[in-house]
């Protein structure tokens, strides 16, 4: 509702106050997609209905706005680099519909529209050039391979592609090397391991993909999620619906392979959490730790 208000005596226009009033039934907000930005204060949430909705920590999670600019199901939100001062982020719809965002005051920046679905988008910082770093937000969703997005201006740069079987991705990681360049390891739906080196960046556009370096086929299916933490730099963990494994980096040989004692019980996620031992959460809610063997 607005309130309107006119000075006395004065015959200027009526001045439109807006003010929101909360009723004693809150909106319906089914959390579908979730994140966590990187100053460990802030968590951002949307919905089944579009709504987004910026939390925080420090006010015993208290919602602090409920922005409105989707029509459709939430399927991403990004925030726009790692930075912990960052205040923007991206937010993408089942409508192909993406949204860049500013926290501080809850204004939709910019929008675009395509016919891309995306479903999980991570923001990349690399050195552009000897003084300068660039970000740009790697996306995967209901398409073949990565497409690589502007944080600034939502445009789609270049995509990293496949020569070899391209298919969607259903995951990936970053794995950052002190003394080479980095690298993109991608999880295909049917079970394709790929891995790019993410080189001359700076160069790539539209009409010139990154391809991958290897791919190579996995003993797994139905990659849910991919784990690789820097203390352990020659392990990787591959978690599927109803199983995981570990690979070396160096060869990319299968060091554990772990299968599901139960048909029934799916797992959603996993996490090296040390040089040992491995996190996986299944969709009963239960979490369980394995112990690797020592080598």
Same mark, same amino acid.
């Given at each position: 509702?607005?309130?309107?208000?006119?000075?006395?005596?004065?015959?200027?226009?009526?001045?439109?106050?807006?003010?929101?009033?909360?009723?004693?039934?809150?909106?319906?907000?089914?959390?579908?997609?979730?994140?966590?930005?990187?100053?460990? !204060?802030?968590?951002?949430?949307?919905?089944?209905?579009?709504?987004?909705?910026?939390?925080?920590?420090?006010?015993?999670?208290?919602?602090?706005?409920?922005?409105?600019?989707?029509?459709?199901?939430?399927?991403?939100?990004?925030?726009?680099?790692?930075?912990?001062?960052?205040?923007?982020?991206?937010?993408?719809?089942?409508?192909?519909?993406?949204?860049?965002?500013?926290?501080?005051?809850?204004?939709?920046?910019?929008?675009?529209? !395509?016919?891309?679905?995306?479903?999980?988008?991570?923001?990349?910082?690399?050195?552009?050039?000897?003084?300068?770093?660039?970000?740009?937000?790697?996306?995967?969703?209901?398409?073949?391979?990565?497409?690589?997005?502007?944080?600034?201006? @939502?445009?789609?740069?270049?995509?990293?592609?496949?020569?070899?079987?391209?298919?969607?991705?259903?995951?990936?990681?970053?794995?950052?090397?002190?003394?080479?360049?980095?690298?993109?390891?991608?999880?295909?739906?049917?079970?394709?391991?790929?891995?790019?080196?993410?080189?001359? @960046?700076?160069?790539?556009?539209?009409?010139?993909?990154?391809?991958?370096?290897?791919?190579?086929?996995?003993?797994?299916?139905?990659?849910?999620?991919?784990?690789?933490?820097?203390?352990?730099?020659?392990?990787?963990?591959?978690?599927?619906?109803?199983?995981?494994?570990?690979?070396?980096?160096?060869?990319?040989?299968?060091?554990?392979?772990?299968?599901?004692?139960?048909?029934?019980?799916?797992?959603?996620?996993?996490?090296?959490?040390?040089?040992?031992?491995?996190?996986?959460?299944?969709?009963?809610?239960?979490?369980?730790?394995?112990? @690797?063997?020592?080598?």
């Amino acid at each position: 509702m607005t309130a309107e208000v006119a000075p006395a005596g004065t015959k200027s226009p009526a001045l439109s106050v807006p003010v929101v009033i909360w009723g004693p039934k809150p909106p319906e907000n089914r959390i579908c997609t979730i994140r966590v930005l990187p100053d460990g !204060s802030t968590i951002i949430t949307g919905a089944e209905n579009g709504h987004i909705v910026i939390w925080k920590l420090a006010e015993g999670l208290m919602p602090k706005q409920l922005m409105i600019g989707h029509s459709q199901k939430i399927t991403a939100i990004s925030q726009t680099s790692n930075s912990p001062t960052n205040t923007r982020f991206v937010s993408a719809s089942a409508d192909g519909r993406v949204c860049l965002w500013e926290i501080q005051d809850g204004r939709c920046i910019d929008s675009t529209s !395509s016919v891309t679905i995306h479903r999980y988008i991570y923001p990349y910082t690399y050195k552009s050039s000897r003084h300068t770093r660039a970000t740009r937000l790697f996306c995967i969703g209901d398409y073949s391979d990565i497409q690589v997005m502007d944080p600034q201006d @939502l445009t789609v740069v270049f995509c990293i592609a496949s020569r070899v079987e391209p298919d969607w991705i259903s995951c990936f990681t970053v794995i950052t090397h002190p003394e080479k360049e980095d690298q993109l390891i991608g999880m295909t739906l049917s079970g394709m391991m790929k891995v790019w080196t993410l080189i001359e @960046l700076e160069k790539k556009d539209p009409s010139c993909s990154l391809y991958e370096d290897e791919s190579k086929r996995l003993e797994i299916q139905h990659i849910r999620s991919v784990s690789y933490i820097c203390s352990a730099r020659r392990m990787m963990l591959i978690v599927a619906s109803s199983s995981w494994m570990i690979i070396d980096m160096d060869d990319l040989s299968t060091v554990v392979l772990y299968k599901n004692k139960t048909t029934s019980k799916r797992c959603t996620s996993g996490y090296l959490t040390d040089l040992d031992k491995v996190t996986i959460g299944y969709t009963d809610e239960s979490i369980n730790v394995f112990q @690797l063997p020592i080598t």
